[in-house]
């Protein structure tokens, strides 16, 4: 009887006779190591930029926006702001009604009160520091 050995099967065809053959652990362990390296790297970095950081003065400064600015809020909690967020409201019974869905009513609902709420929201959170 004649013995007949076959070859080892190799995991890629272009893997070296003598390279590890497992794709795993030979893809996967590298990146491993690289992707703990960074975080070794970038995460006292994070520490050190957040406890250096200074107050921010995101709304007190840039004073040359300031008319914008208080034009655009009044519009918003004015008039203006109250007429979009009914229309935004009868906008959206309309669209419920013809649908026969109280969804777009209540969409219409909710966007009528971020019109009323959000600009107070916004102005506290950007006159507020750190």
Known sequence: MTLFLRPTPRAYA????????CAYAGAHGPA???SHNRLAIV??????L???AGSALAGTTGTEFQT???????????YLGKAIAVAAFILGAGIGVARSSPIP???????ALFMVYVPTIIDSIMTATV
């Open 105 to 111: 009513a209540l969409a219409g609902v909710v966007f």
């Open 43 to 48: 995460a006292p970095m994070a520490v050190l």
């Open 50 to 52: 957040a406890l250096s």
């Open 32 to 34: 491993r190591n690289r």
């Open 14 to 21: 272009g893997t070296p006779a003598g390279a590890d053959s």
């Open 68 to 78: 914008m600015y208080t034009t655009m809020l009044n519009w918003a909690t004015g």
